[in-house]
């Protein structure tokens, strides 16, 4: 049985099979605020970190013509087509908890991921 916490509600935002949950596009639109205008987080996924593949997370005010742009509330994310390919499916969601706060993404496609959650083996 999955997750509950993990499944998006009618609130998150979709795009391109990438979803952000309502708690994520609070937190964004929190930081995005103290940026300059037109600011964005860029969320990417890298080579590296302990399982294989990291997920990076960037503020920018760049978006190449390709990107996917997932806006709502006073909060953008971009991400590019070629890290869509390993996130096709993902959820983006903010979690506040005991061990702190932090952006965790659930990864379908991941068969196995590090413990601060960062990076992730397909």
């Given at each position: 049985m999955a997750d509950a916490s993990l499944v998006p509600s009618a609130e998150d935002v979709?795009?391109?099979?990438?979803?952000?949950?309502?708690?994520?596009?609070?937190?964004?639109?929190?930081?995005?605020?103290?940026?300059?205008?037109?600011?964005?987080?860029?969320?990417?996924v890298e080579g590296g970190g302990c399982s294989g593949f990291q997920y990076k997370f960037d503020i920018t005010r760049e978006k190449a013509a390709d990107d996917i742009v997932i806006a709502r509330d006073g909060a953008?994310?971009?991400?590019?087509?070629?890290?869509l390919?390993?996130?096709?499916?993902?959820?983006?969601?903010?979690?506040?908890?005991l061990i702190g706060a932090s952006f965790k993404i659930s990864?379908?496609?991941?068969?196995?991921?590090?413990?601060c959650g960062t990076s992730f083996a397909l």
């Open positions: 979709a795009a391109t099979d990438v979803a952000v949950t309502a708690s994520a596009v609070r937190r964004i639109a929190e930081i995005l605020a103290t940026e300059p205008p037109e600011s964005m987080l860029r969320v990417s953008t994310v971009v991400v590019d087509p070629v890290s390919e390993y996130m096709s499916g993902s959820h983006i969601d903010f979690v506040d908890d990864n379908p496609h991941a068969t196995a991921s590090c413990g």
